[in-house]
């Protein structure tokens, strides 16, 4: 009788472990989304600390009766810069905005708001990332709606454009509002 080596059998194994993952995924709620601890809870802390040159975070503006933005970018991110665009239109049309820069250099940082506009209401600047850890960010650009007693609402993973932009974060933030 012929003896079939462990070798043999383990990537039949492992192949069958990943389609059952996969099998699985297929049928979550929303298999493009990311569950967040945070969505339903209080806003976690942001650092306090702007940008320099730029408006500094104050705990009364995720708690001011209305909703808010948070985006999590960084000048070095292309899809951050990708999604700038929709950011400054939204803030025209009178979205508060607080963006969070991530793990970034103050100079690039700075340079990148003052050449491409800055769409934000207040500049907190987290360069070791403890903020984005706190908030459960995977990496930038993510956005967060916070409703007007400061509870998180949305996660939203990704640059703000295109269909999923479209299918998944807009109707999320004129629910938000309608409330």
Known sequence: MAKISPLMVLPPLIFGAFAVLAYVGM??????GLPSTRVGQAAPEITTEPLPGYAAFSPDMLSNGEVTLVN???????PCRLEHPKLLEMQSEGMPIIGVNIRDQVKT????LADDGNPFVAVPFDPAGRTSIDWGVTAPPETFIVDGDGTVLFRFAGPLVGSDYEQRFLPELEKALAD
């Open 27 to 32: 049928f979550r709620d929303d298999p493009q």
């Open 72 to 78: 999590f970018w960084a000048s070095w991110c292309p």
């Open 109 to 112: 940082a700075s340079q990148y």
